[in-house]
Every structure is written in structure tokens, then in C-alpha cells.
């Protein structure tokens, strides 16, 4: 019975990892090696990453927030807390496009959220 190496499968798997390794810098696109270990790492960073980037936006969309009602003589806390007791639900991404794109609306939720504390 023929021997079977399994070099086409060995090929195959090297190769997909140099494509994922596809324009890094020096060794680490070429050699298989160094390429599976930084592909291994690039993708622990991208894991965290999307995780991370979760946060980064939520703490942008305060900010914005906090800056608009600033503006409108009260701060973010109690505008979050005033919006709860007046049965307002909207989530900090939309509150933070109101914020940016419609002053007016804005400035009428913070009336809201006073007269509800």
C-alpha cells in the first residue's frame, strides 16, 4: 500500500495563514512560522478590539451628552435620571445624534427631564 504525506493538506493550511499574513512587515509575511504566530496574535487583538470598541462609543456618546446639557444648564446625571422618572426611552447613541443634529429637540428633553425631578 502507497504511502500518504499529506503534503497538499500541509500546503494548503500554510498557505491560508500566509494569506491571512498578508502584508506584514518582513518575516512575519513570509515565514510560516512567524506568520502563524503573529496571525494567532492579530487575531487576540482583534477579539479584544471589538469588545473595547464598545466602550470607546458609549463613552463618546456621554461626552456628547454631557457637553449638550452643559449647554442647557444642567449635567449629565441628572438629565440621565430626570429622562427615567419621565418614562423617556432612548438609548445614549440616539440621545448624542439628537444632541448634534437637533439642538431644539434636545433642549426640549432636558425640559422634560427637569420637570420629571
Known amino acids: 500500500m502507497a504511502r500518504v504525506k499529506g503534503a497538499l493538506a500541509t500546503r494548503k493550511r500554510r498557505n491560508k495563514t500566509l494569506k491571512l499574513a498578508k502584508g506584514y512587515w518582513g518575516g512575519k509575511s513570509r515565514l510560516f512560522k512567524t506568520a502563524k504566530e503573529a496571525v494567532w496574535k492579530s487575531g487576540q487583538y ?3 478590539s471589538r469588545r473595547l470598541k464598545k466602550r ?5 456618546w456621554i461626552t456628547r451628552i454631557s457637553a449638550a ?3 442647557n444648564n444642567m449635567n449629565y446625571s441628572t438629565f440621565i435620571n430626570g429622562l427615567k422618572k419621565a418614562d423617556v426611552v432612548l ?4 440621545l448624542s445624534e439628537i444632541a448634534i443634529n437637533d439642538p431644539a429637540a434636545f433642549r426640549s ?5 427637569r420637570a420629571a425631578l
Open 91 to 94: 438609548n445614549r447613541k440616539m
Open 56 to 60: 470607546d462609543f458609549r463613552r463618546l
Open 69 to 71: 446639557c452643559k449647554l
Open 109 to 113: 428633553l432636558c425640559d422634560r427631564a
Open 46 to 48: 482583534a477579539y479584544i
